[in-house]
C-alpha cells in the first residue's frame, strides 16, 4: 500500500534477488539512491506494480549498479524519471509516459534497451529524453506513439552506441539548429527511423553503411519546405542522383559535411 517511496530504499544492496509489490506507489523519487554498487541481484516487480507511478527523479544514483527487470511493468503515468546508473532488463518495450527522462548513466542487460514513449507532448516545447554521455549502451529501440521533437542534445557523445531504430515521426522544431543530436555518435552502423519530419544533422554519424542511408532517405516526410538532412562526405557519396531528386521533390535538401 506504500504512496511515498522518496528515499525508502536508500543504501540496500540486495544479497538476492527481490520483488517488489507497489499498485498505489505514487512518487519514487530518491527510492533508491545511494552511493553504493553491486549488480549480482535483481530488483523485479510483479504484475500492475508501479502502474500510478507520476515521478521517479533520482530514482538511483549515477555511480550505483542495481540490476532491475521491467519486464512486466507499465509506466504509462509517469512523467519524469532518472533511471541514474541503473542496470535495465525488459524483455518488451518498457512503456513510459514520461516527457523528462535522463538515461545517461543507465546500462541494459538485455542486447538491446527497449522503450515506448505512450504519451503526446507539445511538439514547441523543449522536451527532454536524453541519452548524452552514455558510456555503455550499444543498441537502442524506441518507439514513439506520437510524433516527437528529439531535443538538441538527445545522443549526443554516445560514442558506444552502434545500433539505433526509432519507429515513429521525428519532428524537430523548426526554431532550433539540431546539429548536436547525434553530435560524436561516430560508431552508429545501422540506423532506421520511421519518419523524418524535421531538418537533421547525421555528419558526426561517419560509419553509418550504405543501407542506414537509404534507410533515412527513405524516411523523409513528402511535403515539407526548407528542411535539410546532412551526411558525412563519406556517406553523403553513398547518395544516387535519383535519390537526390526524389528529396528534393518532397521538399528536402540533402548537404554533405
Not at 523523409?220 to 531528386?245: C, H, M, N, P, R
Request: hydrophobic fraction near 35%; charge should be negative.
Amino acid at each position: 500500500k506504500l504512496t511515498d517511496g522518496f528515499g525508502k530504499c536508500q543504501g540496500v544492496v540486495p544479497n538476492e534477488d527481490v520483488v517488489f509489490n507497489l499498485p498505489e506507489l505514487t512518487d519514487a523519487r530518491a527510492m533508491f539512491y545511494a552511493p553504493v554498487s553491486g549488480d549480482d541481484y535483481k530488483i523485479s516487480f510483479t504484475d500492475g506494480s508501479l502502474s500510478k507511478l507520476t515521478i521517479a527523479k533520482d530514482f538511483c544514483s549515477n555511480d550505483q549498479r542495481l540490476w532491475f527487470d521491467f519486464s512486466n511493468i507499465d509506466l504509462s503515468n509517469c512523467t519524469s524519471i532518472d533511471l541514474g546508473g541503473a542496470i535495465i532488463q525488459t524483455d518488451v518495450p518498457l512503456k513510459l509516459g514520461v516527457e523528462r527522462a535522463r538515461f545517461s548513466s543507465i546500462k541494459q542487460k538485455n542486447d538491446v534497451l527497449k522503450l515506448r514513449f505512450v504519451r503526446e507532448w507539445d511538439l514547441g516545447s523543449n522536451n527532454d529524453i536524453d541519452f548524452g554521455y552514455n558510456d555503455y549502451i550499444t543498441n537502442i529501440e524506441l518507439t514513439f506513439d506520437y510524433p516527437y521533437n528529439p531535443g538538441a542534445s538527445m545522443f549526443i557523445n554516445c560514442y558506444k552506441l552502434t545500433d539505433l531504430t526509432i519507429n515513429g515521426n521525428i519532428r524537430p522544431r523548426d526554431t532550433n539548429q539540431y546539429d548536436a543530436t547525434f553530435y560524436n555518435c561516430r560508431n552508429v552502423i545501422n540506423l532506421s527511423i520511421t519518419t523524418i519530419s524535421g531538418t537533421l544533422y547525421l555528419n558526426d554519424c561517419k560509419s553509418l553503411t550504405q543501407e542506414s542511408v537509404n534507410n533515412v532517405l527513405n524516411a523523409l516526410a513528402d511535403g515539407v519546405t526548407g528542411k535539410e538532412i546532412t551526411f558525412a562526405s563519406t556517406q553523403y557519396g553513398y547518395i544516387t542522383e535519383e535519390q537526390k531528386a526524389a528529396a528534393t521533390a518532397k521538399g528536402w535538401t540533402i548537404k554533405s559535411a
